[in-house]
């Protein structure tokens, strides 16, 4: 079965850089987030989108933006990199709580290094 | 959201059952109980939903007493693959689109 597909898996970049991140939902999955995931800690949600309308926000430094797309694909935007954004990004997808009780499913996450 | 509370982490043996519990004491009407898994560097993995009562699958169990104010996940005969961090969530209520993880439950299944 298809999966929740992230890219890429691993990025290097330096302060002050930029990095796009880009996530794939499972086919007619209609709803994505975006969660970073720091060494050691827990997931921390950062936003949400559902039917290519931001839904949720949580806790998301104004240095990053994202979007969703007419084919539900997502990207997360990061600008003004700093060493604390170091962490691991997961995208999710799910059929959206209208139709029932949320279930979501990960990728495998983007491994962010900024050096 | 619920807030939840979960022990930090909990050592077995291999073929033993494992019994994680988890408090939620502001779980609201509409709200469900979902329980994830997490291995080093991959993404949460869905275990087990349920809303009240128990409910079993391939995998686990999970016991919902009938204040619904917590939680039992049920992992039985572990093997050393259960390893891993253990979240309980609780959501959504309404239009919500935020799910939040809390701390999890480290379990480390031993030889």
């Known amino acids: 079965a298809a999966g929740v597909i992230q890219s890429p898996r691993h990025l290097i970049k330096e302060k002050r850089e930029t990095a796009t991140l880009k996530c794939y939902p499972i086919?007619?999955?209609?709803?994505v987030y975006w969660y970073q995931q720091g060494p050691g800690q827990d997931p921390q949600f950062l936003i949400s989108?559902?039917?290519?309308?931001?839904?949720d926000k949580g806790s998301i430094p104004d240095r990053f933006s994202a979007q969703q797309f007419s084919d539900y694909h997502s990207e997360l935007n990061m600008s003004s990199l700093e060493l604390g954004d170091s962490a691991l990004y997961f995208c999710?997808?799910?059929?959206?709580?209208?139709?029932?009780?949320?279930?979501?499913?990960f990728g495998s996450g983007t491994q962010l290094s900024v050096l | 959201l619920a807030k939840t509370t979960q022990p930090i982490s909990m050592d077995s043996y291999e073929g033993q059952e494992v019994n994680i519990t988890c408090s939620h004491n502001?779980?609201?009407?509409?709200?469900?109980i979902t329980w994830y898994q997490q291995f080093p560097s991959q993404g949460p993995r869905f275990i087990i939903q349920?809303?009240?009562t128990k409910v079993t699958n391939e995998v686990a169990s999970l016991f919902i007493p009938a204040d619904r104010k917590s939680s039992t996940l049920s992992l039985p005969r572990v093997s050393l693959s259960d390893t891993a961090v253990y979240y309980c969530?609780?959501?959504?209520?309404?239009?919500?689109?935020?799910?939040?993880f809390g701390s999890g439950t480290q379990l480390t299944v031993l030889p």
């Open positions: 086919p007619r999955h209609d709803t």
């Open positions: 969530l609780v959501g959504f209520s309404g239009s919500a689109r935020q799910l939040t």
């Open positions: 989108f559902y039917e290519k309308m931001q839904s």
């Open positions: 502001n779980i609201a009407t509409n709200d469900y």
């Open positions: 349920g809303y009240k």
């Open positions: 999710a997808s799910s059929l959206g709580v209208d139709r029932g009780v949320e279930k979501l499913f």
